[in-house]
């Protein structure tokens, strides 16, 4: 009897990894750059990377910036280029944000740091979410930096660097990711597209590009979710999958608002939210991006921007985001 069990485990296993590697492989991690020359734009960041690994110095290092434009990723291509095929043994990566707390977070680290090591001067511990840290976390953990300066080095990695603390910043080489630019995500997407031959319409790239607004994780999601049916992926395959409103639309409702028509632009800003499925910071975050290129005078930008910058302030504080973009078109629709 008991002989029945490990061997049907196991054909139950064996057959769950092949439809796994068969059919879904996630592009994000079989795309993810191994080296730093594989990185796309951060143009500025990737050769002084490059130079400390030449001359192996690593100093501590902290990359802030917006998700998905590839900081986890830097920090990985940092310790594959150093360690090589020990990179696994030399690299611990960490959340901050551990709901287990920072106590645990703090004895991995000094498990790992005293560990010994094989022949290596320091090894590598990539703390993700720093800013999830309280303060007095971030004190403790510059403590134990310092205590471990001799065969440690830290890659901090957050998304705000002004949420930590000097002493830490300063004890850091920092690097400011930048949202990709459209060039580098473009890049990325064609690559992708060819080596899994499909085919991306010119519109379907730029709609990528526009959703992604940036994040290179989004963009490529966005390609493997409209990649999906096997058809040619283009703009409305794209901005259906992508819970994304194509510019115009965003740039109707406002117009619809200013033009003092708030019922036509509430409609509006119903469909995008039921039928479109964004949420409502993904509303503001499109209209920030494209109001610029609105069809609006100078001044009714201004006021938009103004608006915008109130709304997304109380929607982060938690207020209701209907209520707050109702206000919003209400409020563009009064004015004169
Ligand atoms: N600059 C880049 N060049 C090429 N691919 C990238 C780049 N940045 C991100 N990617 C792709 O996006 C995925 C996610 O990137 P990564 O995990 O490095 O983001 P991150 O900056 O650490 O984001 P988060 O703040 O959410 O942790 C990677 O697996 C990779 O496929
Ligand atoms: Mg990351």
């Given at each position: 009897m008991s002989a029945d069990e490990p061997e049907s485990a196991a054909t139950t296993e064996s057959a769950g990894e092949e439809s796994v590697a068969g059919r879904t492989e996630v592009w994000i991690e079989k795309y993810r750059p191994q080296t730093l020359a594989e990185i796309k734009g951060h143009e500025n960041i990737v050769?002084?990377?490059?130079?400390?690994v030449e001359q192996n110095d690593l100093p501590n290092l902290m990359f802030s910036?917006?998700?998905?434009?590839?900081?986890?990723?830097?920090?990985?291509?940092?310790?594959?280029?150093?360690?090589?095929?020990d990179w696994r043994d030399n690299f611990l990566e960490l959340n901050a944000s551990d709901e287990r707390g920072i106590d645990v977070v703090r004895d991995r680290i000094k498990n790992f740091a005293r560990s010994s090591f094989g022949g290596y001067n320091y090894r590598i511990i990539f703390l993700d979410e720093a800013d999830a840290l309280t303060s007095d976390a971030q004190?403790?953990?510059?403590?134990?930096?310092?205590?471990?300066?001799h065969n440690t080095r830290f890659i901090l990695?957050?998304?705000?660097?002004?949420?930590?603390?000097?002493?830490?910043?300063?004890?850091?080489?920092?690097?400011?990711?930048?949202?990709?630019?459209?060039?580098?995500?473009?890049?990325?997407?064609?690559?992708?597209?060819?080596?899994?031959?499909i085919e991306v319409t010119d519109d379907g790239v730029d709609a990528l590009v526009y959703a992604a607004a940036g994040d290179m994780r989004k963009a490529i999601n966005g390609l493997q979710a409209a990649?999906?049916?096997?058809?040619?992926?283009?703009?409305?395959?794209?901005?259906?999958?992508?819970?994304?409103?194509?510019?115009?639309?965003?740039?109707?409702?406002?117009?619809?608002?200013?033009?003092?028509?708030?019922?036509?632009?509430?409609?509006?800003?119903?469909?995008?939210l039921t039928d479109r499925g964004l949420a409502g910071g993904d509303v503001i975050d499109q209209l920030h991006r494209s109001a610029w290129e609105f069809d609006l005078d100078d001044m009714a930008t201004v006021r938009l921007l103004e608006r915008l910058g109130e709304v997304e302030f109380r929607i982060t504080e938690g207020a209701n985001e209907r209520l707050q973009l109702e206000a919003m078109l209400a409020s563009l629709a009064l004015e004169e």
């Open positions: 050769p002084r990377l490059v130079s400390y910036g917006p998700a998905g434009t590839g900081k986890t990723t830097a920090a990985q291509a940092v310790a594959r280029e150093l360690y090589d095929d004190s403790a953990l510059r403590r134990t930096m310092e205590q471990f300066s990695s957050c998304n705000y660097s002004s949420q930590i603390i000097d002493p830490i910043q300063s004890r850091c080489a920092v690097f400011r990711f930048t949202e990709l630019s459209e060039a580098a995500i473009e890049a990325q997407v064609r690559e992708i597209a060819e080596t899994e031959d990649a999906v049916m096997g058809e040619t992926v283009d703009e409305e395959g794209v901005f259906a999958i992508t819970a994304t409103a194509r510019p115009e639309e965003v740039e109707e409702m406002v117009e619809k608002a200013i033009a003092g028509d708030f019922t036509a632009a509430r409609a509006t800003l119903e469909s995008l």
